[in-house]
């Protein structure tokens, strides 16, 4: 419970989040939202504490109604704060605090997994999620003590924006690599960061890396459909928000279980050898996209370093070469000097220009070709423990007959296996093909960009040439 | 004498450079063009030898239509032929051998200095005199045990090609260096060199540098008019040369002498401070020129290195990392990734041509630009012992005075010297103004060459990746 963890820690002042009417004869005390509250007794159970208001009136509010400090610490870890409540949470489970999202599916619901023209498919949704991560600004809590990032977050489904810092992404990132992690790889957000973590330029950097991850996982047909990333999205307000987070970390469909949930409609069973061959085919491909990637990136960063380090001091200084020998030819003393020194100087702050451009380019282009590569080889990163579980789930196939021989496992006990494990290799299948489209998409789109703006690039600098090079008179 | 150099070190056999009709009753031998001969008696004198055809007929033939090897050695430094033959070369000089040059100045002519608009300046022909230094063609004597290179110079005057060897061009340098170097910075010549003087590559380098070195000289009034300039570009035959050769290394009109033949006309006498002023001007002018001019070489160097070495290799390394990156795309056994993966391998392809673009193109523009910044480092490297032979004779107009009262020279030889200081000055002067309008000219030219090249160069590139970007579907 997160009062507790903190009220010995740094205080025991609270502040209000929602307005709450005390119901008369209760023992409770009225709060409105934004109010400060000192906590007299955290340890009163049933979702209730008893609270000290700034006109000394004591009384019990109930528990989610407030907020100290736990969530202001943007690195701490300190956010389990209904597991570590012990017995408690469990009262709330049926006050109707989770929404029934329309359309989500909840842990109980089936994965559907259709056979599509390019093999198994996920079942996509008619209308494709997306969202805006937008908008960051500065909050503090505990009186300035507690500094944090918000970020506004837009489902286009329902246009309504939503308020999360870095930790609420790290928990929904959590909660989907825990329930999907064995069928699908969920990729690691950007890296967590103390040091600059408030200077505009991070802040952008990850504002834009939330932004990628949350599409990614928008595009993605049961990530998206799935009750989690539905509470994210769309919760209604705090209590919805918090009730949302509770039953979420009480999901039991997690891991391998998340199999049990995945119907392959109209798709015969796997044979073995079928299923391994697949397995080995995405591995071999993964692998070497991953060294694809990583090589592109190698290089990218090599470029980028020289792109924005040595050759654009060199065109400076080629620049101010052609502007110091025309301050030298101005010297001269002799007439009609004028119109090539001022060419030249004219040509030497072009080169001066062109080394600006050159510097500030890779932000334009080359930046984009290397997120989507850094996101590429973090998904790919996540590959190897998803194969992991199918491998590992052929290996028991494998064993099942000598299980079965000793009488260890029923023959009915095999072909519920061997049917595990046939699902599993069509959901990895769905998993390659939506990677698979994706990928072309990605890659069409960031290849186009970076084409786009490096035409743009050299023809911005033949225009500043042919300009410098009107400058000089034909003789 | 070339002849008797080389008899006894390589072979007596020699070669006919023209007809030779014997006159009877003279003891002479009738020889060919391209025929062969073996010399017998090298020591007849007057201009003859005695040698024997192929049919084993003996007789006296003249001198100068015959060549051994001495000029065979492009290296070597055994060419005054005539200084080494003693007392003989005297006889010719009467026969004729000389053409009388129209329009030449010779030794005892006035070199006019004017009062231009920038102040004094040389007398300008009405016609530009200009000549094409081309078609090297690889020649060889003794038999192929001596090869060398003979190009081809045609002056614009009568478009009748003369041949030339480099060590021809460097015997005129000499001439010049000897005649008109206290008046004129006379640039040196490229440099000699052995490694490697078959190669193509330098004979183009070397032909081309001849050319500017040539060009630069025609642009000269002074030295395109003088007569060993109009010998080497338009010597009737091999004994008009060899007569015009003997001529102008018996000039005694050179070093400080030259100034005597130089005429200012209709402006006054300098005094000595104008003299020293002027004198000092030019000297900050060009030293502050060939540090700027130095400067821009050293950059110019370093952007090659980096243009024809890392950036094309990593303009490489990103096409072959797209070209990597398609073919692990095409393994993916996916269907409908071909369009994606056909533009990733011709995006790749256009970044390896890209890379070819970059480490050719500095032999397009920036190889003019540093040519041009490089003979201006060997003309301005010239300046100083100019300037030296200036201060020098200020110097001693200084000491007149002294030398007058100690009655070592008197007030009428002061009066000359400083005459002749101001003349200096003056055609210092003219020489500067000639040196400002070239450098104008030159500059303007190169500086529209190198960015109207550098545009092209961005252009192409532009276009090139316009066209990669077109491969890639909009989705």
Redesign the interface.
Known sequence: MHVFTYACLVSTQAQVLYDFAAEPGNNELSIREGETITITNQNIGGGWIEAKNSKGEVGLVPEDYIEVSAEDDEWDEEWDDVKSSGGYAESEAGEGGAINRGGAHGSSMKIALNNG??GPVWAYPDYQLDCVVADPKKGSKLYGLKSYIEYQVTPTTTNKPVNHRYKHFDWLYERLLEKFGSAIPIPCLPDKQVAGRFEDEFIKMRMERLQGWMTRMCRHPVISSSEVFQLFLSYKDEKDWKMGKRKAEKDETVGVMVFSTIEPEGLPDLDLIEVEQKCE?FN??TR??D???K??LT??N??WK?CTG??PK?YQ??GK??Q??SS??T???????AA?TD??TA?GKTYEEIAQMVAEQPKKDLHFLMETNNEYKGLLGCFPDTVGVHKAAIEKVKEADKLVAAGKITPSDKTTMSKRASTMSYSLQAE??HF??N???D???V??QY??Q??KF??M??EK??H??SR????
Chains 1, 2 share one sequence.
């Open positions: 023209e390019v085919q071999r491909f070497a996209m060294d694809g990637v090589d592109l290089i990218g090599e470029h020289r040595p050759l060199e200084r080629i070469a052609f110091n020998l030298v030819f010297s001269s003393g002799y007439e009609g000097e090539l060419a030249l040509a390659m093909n698979h489209s990928r072309i998409y890659y069409n789109r290849m186009q084409l786009e490096q035409v050299y023809e600098i033949a040439l042919r410098a090079h000089f008179t034909t003789m």
